[in-house]
């Protein structure tokens, strides 16, 4: 009796399932409803709006500006003790990170200020403000580097 409930309500669900529609998004970004009869319609009558050329300038712009100040009062962010004190071992912590940051571009450690970061126990994103410029600097394991940059 309970095998025989299972393979009906097996046998249900597998055709409530195979009857569903699905939304698919076109090329130029337009939503179609597939429907399972074969049949499809748009959901979006209209497509997606231009984006107006004077935004796509400002941001341009907010990208090429490589310029930080960090105000006063500003406190760096706190990094995970636990992993930190892991990283000790193959001088990775963020003290190691900023002495390179540091060296690289001909500064006093004092004047390298952590803006934010993404921290995991094998990979890691720094973003430093170092001599008024902002750079980033990422660690894959205890290696140090500059993003976007290989050697």
């Not at 497509?47 to 712009?61: I, L, N, T």
């Not at 706190?78 to 892991?86: N, P, R, T, V």
Request: glycine fraction near 4%; proline fraction near 2%; charge should be positive.
């Amino acid at each position: 009796m309970k095998a025989a409930l299972f393979i009906i309500f097996l046998v249900i669900s597998f055709i409530g399932s195979a009857q569903n529609n699905h939304i698919v998004k076109t090329e130029d970004g337009r939503r179609v409803l597939l429907k399972a009869d074969f049949t499809w319609e748009y959901i979006d009558t209209e497509g997606p709006k231009p984006v107006e050329k004077a935004v796509v300038e400002d941001v341009s712009r907010a990208k090429e500006d490589k310029t930080c100040s960090a105000t006063e009062g500003f406190e760096e962010p706190k990094l995970d003790k636990k992993i930190q004190s892991q990283l000790k071992k193959g001088r990775a912590t963020i003290n190691h990170v900023k002495k390179k940051v540091a060296k690289d571009y001909n500064c006093e450690i004092s004047e390298v200020l952590l803006l934010s970061f993404t921290e995991q126990r094998s990979k890691a994103v720094y973003y430093f403000c170092a001599k008024g410029t902002k750079v980033t600097y990422k660690r894959i394991g205890n290696s140090i580097v500059q993003k976007d940059k290989f050697f």
